[in-house]
C-alpha cells in the first residue's frame, strides 16, 4: 500500500521556490481565470497540469512538460490529454482526491508531499510542493495545479 507523507503550507509565498510563488500568486490575483494576465499563465504553462473534474474523477486537459509528471512519465505527458490516471495509479488515486474538493470548494490546497511513485518498474522517492487551485476555463470548472521537486527523485533500492 502506498503512503504519503503532507504538510500543509500555510504560507505559500515563503516557499523556496520562484514558479511555485508565481503559481500561486497568479491563482489568488485572477481566481485561476484563464484570461487573467495571460502573460504569466503562458510562462507557467510548461509546470502545470489541468484538470476537467467531475463526480469522482478526473481528466487531463494539459500535462506541461517541466511538471512533476512531465519529468516522471515524459511519454505519458505527451499523451495525457482525457486521461484519467497517471501510470502509477494507485497513487493518483491518493492525490486527485483533492481535485474534487478544491473544485466544490473553491479554495486552494499548499501542501508538501514525500511518496514514491512507480516509475518503469523503478520506485523513485518525490519530495514536492503542490498547489492545487480552482480555474475557470472559458466558463467550465476545472482544477489547475502547479507542483515542484524539492530535490531530485531518489531512486529506492
Known amino acids: ?6 504538510q500543509s503550507i500555510t504560507d505559500p509565498l515563503t516557499v523556496d521556490d520562484t514558479v511555485f510563488r508565481h503559481a500561486v500568486a497568479w491563482a489568488e490575483a485572477g481566481n485561476g481565470a484563464l484570461d487573467h494576465c495571460p502573460d504569466e499563465l503562458e510562462a507557467l504553462m510548461p509546470y502545470m497540469q489541468i484538470f476537467a473534474v467531475g463526480e469522482g474523477e478526473s481528466r487531463y486537459l494539459w500535462c506541461g512538460t517541466q511538471s512533476t509528471v512531465g519529468r516522471l512519465y515524459p511519454n505519458f ?6 486521461t484519467q490516471n497517471i501510470p502509477d495509479v494507485e497513487i493518483d488515486q491518493l492525490l486527485s482526491r ?8 473553491g479554495q486552494r490546497v499548499t501542501e508538501r508531499i514525500e511518496t514514491v511513485f512507480k516509475v518503469e518498474g ?5 519530495d514536492y510542493t503542490r498547489v492545487v487551485f480552482p480555474m475557470t476555463l472559458w466558463g467550465l470548472s476545472a482544477v489547475g495545479l502547479v507542483a515542484r521537486f524539492c530535490r531530485p527523485p531518489t531512486r529506492l533500492r
Do not use: F, N, P
Not at 500500500?1 to 503532507?6: A, G, K, L, P
Not at 505527458?77 to 482525457?82: H, M, N, R, V, Y
Not at 523503478?122 to 518525490?126: E, G, N, T, V
Open 122 to 126: 523503478d520506485a523513485l522517492l518525490c
Open 98 to 105: 483533492d481535485y474534487v474538493e478544491v473544485r466544490r470548494t
Open 1 to 6: 500500500m502506498t503512503t504519503i507523507s503532507r
Open 77 to 82: 505527458c505527451k499523451t495525457a490529454l482525457g
